[in-house]
């Protein structure tokens, strides 16, 4: 049985700008994807890993920000990519806190407006 999620994407305005934000906050680089008509840059992803995979995306007309699509990254400690935020551009919207059995989770919003998750076990 697959997980629920198999891809994600974030729209965003100023690709550039929003890239550096999750290259910093995620202390990843992420990878272009060609796509006719669209720019797009890739989370780094392993095929055999759990986890959906996902990217960043400009399209003319697709506005950022504002939507109720909310994707939640992967971390050892969430508070660490939290702390990262600020300093990327961002705000926090909520610092990490407990949600009981499922670990923790931290709410940030980026450089386009768009809220996303961290979440940690610790």
């Given at each position: 049985?697959?997980?629920?999620?198999?891809?994600?994407?974030?729209?965003?305005?100023?690709?550039?700008?929003?890239?550096?934000?999750?290259?910093?906050?995620?202390?990843?680089?992420?990878?272009?994807?060609?796509?006719?008509?669209?720019?797009?840059?890739?989370?780094?992803?392993?095929?055999?890993?759990?986890?959906?995979?996902?990217?960043?995306?400009?399209?003319?007309?697709?506005?950022?920000?504002?939507?109720?699509?909310?994707v939640?990254?992967?971390?050892?400690?969430?508070?660490?990519?939290?702390?990262?935020?600020?300093?990327?551009?961002?705000?926090?919207?909520?610092?990490?806190?407990?949600?009981?059995?499922?670990?923790?989770?931290?709410?940030?919003?980026?450089?386009?407006?768009?809220?996303?998750?961290?979440?940690s076990?610790?």
């Amino acid at each position: 049985m697959n997980n629920p999620v198999g891809w994600f994407e974030i729209y965003v305005q100023d690709m550039p700008r929003a890239r550096a934000f999750y290259e910093a906050v995620l202390a990843r680089k992420l990878e272009q994807l060609e796509s006719p008509g669209i720019e797009m840059w890739a989370f780094p992803m392993e095929p055999d890993q759990p986890g959906a995979a996902g990217s960043l995306v400009w399209m003319e007309g697709v506005p950022s920000g504002g939507n109720s699509t909310l994707v939640y990254f992967i971390s050892e400690d969430c508070a660490i990519e939290a702390a990262r935020v600020p300093a990327s551009g961002g705000k926090i919207f909520k610092e990490k806190f407990s949600i009981g059995q499922y670990g923790f989770i931290a709410l940030a919003i980026d450089t386009e407006g768009n809220m996303f998750g961290l979440h940690s076990m610790k």
